[in-house]
């Protein structure tokens, strides 16, 4: 059976039929132990760095909450934090970030910080300017990765005019974006020791490969969305062979935000759930053991300490072929993207509009 017969058939028989009879008939779960630590589970960037395998995401963590989010991703063996200019939380990532350094003695260089340039950004100078911005917020000297947050650039009318909108409601989105400009731009961060890798978010496989074609450093990270639903194969095929790491957004299928309201709910998924019942886990757990058990990064987000410890457990087991097959079959195509373009009104008929 090849990936785009699955892909194409209606999800609610076919797939699931096959998935149920993929678990049923699979004990093989039982004898898959592993005993590696969170600490140590990272992979190979083309900068020459590591990346933690699990990280913890930050939009939409209000910096009130954030700090402590922080702090207890750290204490849970989390090393890596992902955060943004447009999350509006750095300074509070910077604060529990700092605390649990000093209340450790951990050095600064045990954790992985990735921040992103803001579409507001996405000009030659406003690279410099606000990769300088978020460092002052994190209070670092440099952050272990810098990516492009989006390939559209948009004219903010100020520095926190993060989102700007037009009188007719529309994103004000800045027509002229060059991202090949960009690109050199954020090479040179690297020249500059302000950050040690970069990479991009939410671009096309066409605009990596212009990425490509240009860059005297190659981006070494992709990040999109990414999960059960939402496997973006092809996506994975070109990253693979260009040795560009994928960080999945959305793992948990993001439910704290109104989204794609066609899509089910990822967490209530009936295999999602067998699978998490054979292992005496939770779904969460399931849907992040199956992105990092491919070598995916991913970055799960949540302010609640008890899931964020919950949600970093998934080292001490790991699921079967069959498990990882049945879970496959869940893949929905281009319609379990659950961002998609009508959230982001007036970006359709931008040039650089990935979506
Ligand atoms: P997500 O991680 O799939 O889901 C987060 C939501 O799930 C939160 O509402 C969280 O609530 C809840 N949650 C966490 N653990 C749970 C559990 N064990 N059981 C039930 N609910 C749970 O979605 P996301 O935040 O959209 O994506 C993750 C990260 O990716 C973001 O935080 C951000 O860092 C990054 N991201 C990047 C982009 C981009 O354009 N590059 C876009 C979106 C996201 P609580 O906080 O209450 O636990």
Known sequence: MTKGSLTSQNPDNALTAMSWWCLLSDASWIAHPSLRKM???????????HM???????????PGEVELAVEAA???GYRHIDTAFIYQNEEAVGFGLHKWLQKTGTKRSEVFVVTKLPMIGMYSSGVEKFLKK????LKLDYVDL????MPVGMKGKHDQDIFPVNDDGMLNVDYATDIITVWKEMEKMVDMGLTKSIGVSNYSIKQLKKTNAIARIQPSVHQVELNVYFQQQEMQEFCH???????????LGSPGRESNESLPRLLEDPIVNLVAERHGITPAQVLIRFLIQQNITTIPKSINPERIKINGDVWKFSLSELEMTALKTLDRGKSGRSFIISTFKGMADHPECPF
């Open 39 to 49: 600490s140590d589970q990272a992979v190979p960037l083309s900068s020459g760095y």
């Open 52 to 62: 933690p395998l699990l990280g913890l995401g930050c939009w939409q963590s209000p």
């Open 74 to 76: 750290l204490d849970a």
């Open 134 to 137: 978020s460092l002052a917020m």
């Open 146 to 149: 810098y990516l492009i947050h």
């Open 241 to 251: 062979a260009h040795n560009i790491i994928l960080t999945a957004y959305a793992p």
